[in-house]
C-alpha cells in the first residue's frame, strides 16, 4: 500500500508528522546520531563545567613545647676554680606535616538529548525496534516552533528536546511520532476507518490539509491515543475527543499489533 505523502500543519504544541509511506522489511528500528538537515536547526553544545581546583592541603605543625634548660653549677670553693656549667640537651622540636583531602561535591554533567530521548524510550511497552522494522530516531537541540516530525519517505522521526522540557512531554511527543510511524507503516485504510468509527469521527478527515491541523484529524487522533496507551494521557492534545476508553485502547492494541 502507498499512501499519499502529506505535510502535517505544526499543532498548538508544535509536533507533528509527514505522512504516507510503503512499508518495506528493514532491520530493527533503531536510534541514530542527530545530523543537521535544515539550516535553521539551532546546533550547539553548552560547557557544562564545575571547578576543579585543585584543594589547598592543610598543613600542621605538631610542636612540642621545649622545656627549660636546667643549669647545674657546683659550689664554689675558695681557692678552686670554677667549673663550667652542665648542660642538659633540649628535646629536639618534632615537626610533623600531614596533608588532608577535602572532598569538594561535584555536579554530574547534565544528560545529553540523546540520553533523554533513549530514557523515554526505554519506558515504552510497545516493542518499537522489531514494530517499525527500518525506522531511525534521532534526538536533537530544541528549535522554534516544532517538536518533532516524522519524515515518512526517510522513514525517520527526529525529536527536538527543550532544555526546559519535561520527561514526561519528551516521552509523549515521541511516542506521538511514533503512533504516525505505526500509521502510516501498517494502517490499511479499512484499519483507519475502524479507528474513525470507534473514536465517532467518521466525518473528520484523517490527513491534514485544507486548514486541518495534526490534532484535528483522525492521524492526528490515532497519534494522541498511541501516545497516551504508552505514556499516560497527561499531555493528551487530540481535538476530536478524550483520552481512549478501555474500547478505544483494545482496538489500538489489536491494530498496532497486527
Keep these: 500500500m502507498r499512501a499519499v505523502v502529506m505535510a502535517a500543519i505544526i499543532g498548538l504544541l508544535g509536533y507533528g508528522g509527514m505522512l504516507g509511506a510503503e512499508s518495506v522489511e528493514f532491520r530493527p528500528a533503531r536510534v541514530v546520531d542527530a545530523v543537521a538537515d535544515t539550516s535553521d536547526l539551532a546546533i550547539g553544545t553548552a560547557a557544562y563545567q564545575v571547578p576543579l581546583d585543585e584543594p589547598t592541603p592543610a598543613t600542621a605543625s605538631l610542636s612540642s613545647p621545649t622545656p627549660a634548660v636546667p643549669s647545674t653549677r657546683v659550689p664554689t670553693t675558695t681557692g678552686a676554680p670554677t667549673p663550667p656549667p652542665v648542660v642538659s640537651s633540649a628535646p629536639t622540636t ?3 606535616t600531614t596533608t588532608s583531602t577535602i572532598a569538594i561535591p561535584t555536579t554530574p554533567p547534565p544528560p ?5 530521548g533513549e530514557q523515554a524510550l526505554d519506558s515504552f511497552a510497545y516493542d518499537w525496534q522489531n514494530g517499525l522494522p527500518g525506522w531511525e530516531i534521532s534526538f536533537h537541540p530544541g ?7 516524522t519524515f515518512v519517505q526517510e522513514k525517520r522521526i527526529e525529536v527536538y528536546v527543550r532544555a526546559d522540557m519535561s520527561d514526561p512531554l519528551l516521552a509523549h511527543v515521541i511516542a506521538h511520532e511514533m503512533g504516525h510511524a505505526i500509521d502510516v507503516s501498517q494502517n490499511t485504510g479499512e484499519d483507519r476507518r475502524r479507528w474513525q468509527q470507534e473514536r465517532g469521527i467518521s466525518d473528520k478527515p484523517w490527513w491534514p490539509g485544507n486548514g486541518a491541523t495534526d490534532f484535528s484529524t483522525g492521524a492526528g487522533d490515532f497519534a494522541e491515543s498511541f501516545a497516551a496507551w504508552q505514556v499516560g494521557s497527561g499531555s493528551f ?3 476530536l475527543g478524550a483520552p481512549p476508553d478501555a474500547a ?3 482496538l489500538l492494541e489489536e491494530l498496532v499489533n497486527s
Aim: without cysteine; hydrophobic residues 30%; aromatic residues 4%.
Design 237 to 239: 492534545r487530540s481535538k
Design 112 to 116: 545529553t538529548v540523546r540520553e533523554r
Design 94 to 96: 618534632l615537626e610533623t
Design 143 to 149: 528549535r522554534t516552533g516544532v517538536l518533532g516530525y
Design 248 to 250: 478505544a485502547r483494545a
